[in-house]
């Protein structure tokens, strides 16, 4: 795999995966990326340009995509819109980039004969009990709640029939939530890190109870890289690090961090269909593949993102009046 087109590789977990490549092979990287509200040029600009190249498209530009993935040995596919809260305000382009999106790339895949690799959520499995003991695994029925989660499980979908039908030569993994840097401060971690930079308060969803199994990005790319060298085509991957915390003891990590107090935080109106748990069982993986998370202990990891945070207030701070004014017309 000498050249890899990586899909939303200006996003959160796309770029960190793109600067994985640069750090642990010799592969030479094409980032093909909308550059939506929710990318950073900045994620990637540190990295030699001889490696890496951007090309600003919409993956549902099927003649974009088809010259792209000619060009290249292996295709990662990030790009999607990620987040729940905007899928509830306007499904609209969710389905343009989860759908619509997915299937371009695919017909240009099948066209190229080119290897994809689908990054796609937990999310797809809908919600668990708190108390139920069992986790999500690759046969727990489909079952998403929000628009997000369902154009991502019609993602899943369509790269499934495009192996069975028409060969192409895929394989997909399902991921937990991503904490660590360059994370977009609309989603939960880093909005109340800058909250409580801010000298502001966390905003819970409704009590707080709600789990998700956190994992940090770095450990998410090494999985995928993996998969994509060493899984077995038109196989499904969940990837997970053991992570499950509720948002209320999240918060209160982030409070101690700072040396608030425990209850320094507001309940605010909860998400409409808000998914109680989230939990992967990512055996599979670690026994097939003999993949295990660097990551164990999410208090350091999440200090440490603490700390990015604080040390790149110039990347986030011009966004944050904006994204604060828009939860907060919602009750948020
Ligand atoms: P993100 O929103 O930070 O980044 C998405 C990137 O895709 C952005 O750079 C955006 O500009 C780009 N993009 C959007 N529409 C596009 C289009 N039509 N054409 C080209 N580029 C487009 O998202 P993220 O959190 O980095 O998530 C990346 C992927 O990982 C998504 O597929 C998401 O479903 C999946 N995932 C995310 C998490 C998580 O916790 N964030 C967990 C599991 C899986
Ligand atoms: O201000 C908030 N307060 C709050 O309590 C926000 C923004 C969120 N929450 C809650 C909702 C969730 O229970 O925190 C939890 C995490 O919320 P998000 O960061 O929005 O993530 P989630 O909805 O769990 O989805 C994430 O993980 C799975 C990613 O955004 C998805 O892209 C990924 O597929």
């Known amino acids: 795999m000498d050249h890899i087109l990586v899909t939303g590789g200006a996003g959160f977990i796309g770029s960190n995966f793109v600067h994985f490549l640069v750090e642990h092979t010799d592969a030479k990287v094409t980032v093909v990326d909308k550059l939506t509200y929710a990318a950073s040029r900045e994620s990637i600009a540190d990295l030699p340009a001889d490696r890496v190249s951007l090309v600003v498209g919409d993956i549902a530009d099927q003649p974009l995509m088809e010259r792209l993935v000619a060009e290249h040995d292996a295709v990662v596919h990030y790009a999607a819109e990620s987040h729940n809260d905007n899928s509830l305000a306007d499904p609209s382009p969710f389905v343009h980039t989860n759908l619509i999106g997915t299937f371009s790339l695919l017909e240009a895949v099948r066209k190229a004969g080119t290897r994809l690799h689908h990054i796609s959520t937990d999310e797809v499995y809908g919600d668990l009990e708190l108390d139920d003991p069992e986790r999500f695994t690759e046969s727990t029925p489909y079952n998403p709640s929000s628009p997000y989660s369902s154009t991502k499980a ?50 819970l969803y409704g ?75 990512s055996t599979k993986l670690r026994t097939e593949l003999g993949w295990s998370p660097r990551f164990g202990d999410f208090e350091k990891g999440l200090a440490d993102t603490i700390e990015w945070y604080q040390a790149h ?12 004014a828009s939860y907060a017309a919602k009750g948020q």
């Open 313 to 324: 207030e110039a990347w986030w701070r011009p966004h944050k009046d904006a994204v604060e």
């Open 207 to 281: 009590a707080g109870q709600n789990v998700r199994d956190w994992i940090h990005a770095d450990d998410h790319s090494s999985a995928v890289w993996t998969i994509l060298t060493t899984g077995r085509i038109g196989e499904t991957y969940l990837i997970g690090a053991d992570g499950e915390r509720n948002n209320l003891d999240v918060v209160r990590q982030i409070l101690a961090h700072f040396g608030r107090p425990e209850d320094d935080f507001d309940h605010v109106t909860d998400r409409a269909g808000h998914d109680l748990r989230y939990a992967i069982d």
């Open 154 to 203: 019609g993602s899943d979908l369509l790269v499934r029939a495009w192996v069975r039908s028409f060969g192409v030569q895929a394989t997909i993994s399902n991921c937990s939530n991503n904490y660590g840097p360059w994370q977009h401060i609309e989603k939960f971690i880093p909005r109340q890190i800058t909250n409580v930079i801010d000298g502001g308060r966390p905003k």
